[in-house]
Nanobody, 114 residues
Framework: QVQLVESGGGLVQAGGSLRLSCAAS????????MGWYRQAPGKQRELVAV???????TYANSVKGRFTISRDNAKNTVYLQMNSLKPEDTAVYYC????????WGQGTQVTVSS
C-alpha cells in the first residue's frame, strides 16, 4: 500500500505564496509521475502540474509562470511552489502518484482571499 501525505495548504492573500509538499511512503514500485490536481467547489478536479520520472513537466495554462513543480526522488516527495496566488486558485489540492496504478492524497485546502 502507498500513502501520500500532503502539507503546506492554508489561507493567503492575493499575490502571496504557498508551498505544498507531498511525501509518498509504503510499497512504492517504479514511479511514472507525481503531480498536483485541484478541485474548487462545484467544479471538476483538474490538473495543475505533473512531473514524470524522466523530468518532463506539464502545467495547466492557468498556472504557467506562477507555479513551479519539483521533485526529490530520494525522498519520494513532490513540491508545488505557488506564487502570485489569485482568488481563483482557491481549491482543495490533491497529490497524485502514478506507478502501475494511481494514488491520491487526502487533499489540502488552499484559500486565496482578495
Amino acid at each position: 500500500q502507498v500513502q501520500l501525505v500532503e502539507s503546506g495548504g492554508g489561507l493567503v492573500q492575493a499575490g502571496g505564496s504557498l508551498r505544498l509538499s507531498c511525501a509518498a511512503s509504503g510499497r512504492i514500485s517504479s514511479i511514472n509521475s507525481m503531480g498536483w490536481y485541484r478541485q474548487a467547489p462545484g467544479k471538476q478536479r483538474e490538473l495543475v502540474a505533473v512531473i514524470t520520472s524522466d523530468g518532463r513537466i506539464t502545467y495547466a495554462n492557468s498556472v504557467k509562470g506562477r507555479f513551479t513543480i519539483s521533485r526529490d526522488n530520494a525522498k519520494n516527495t513532490v513540491y508545488l511552489q505557488m506564487n502570485s496566488l489569485k482568488p481563483e486558485d482557491t481549491a482543495v489540492y490533491y497529490c497524485n502518484l502514478v506507478t502501475y496504478v494511481g494514488y491520491w492524497g487526502q487533499g489540502t485546502q488552499v484559500t486565496v482571499s482578495s
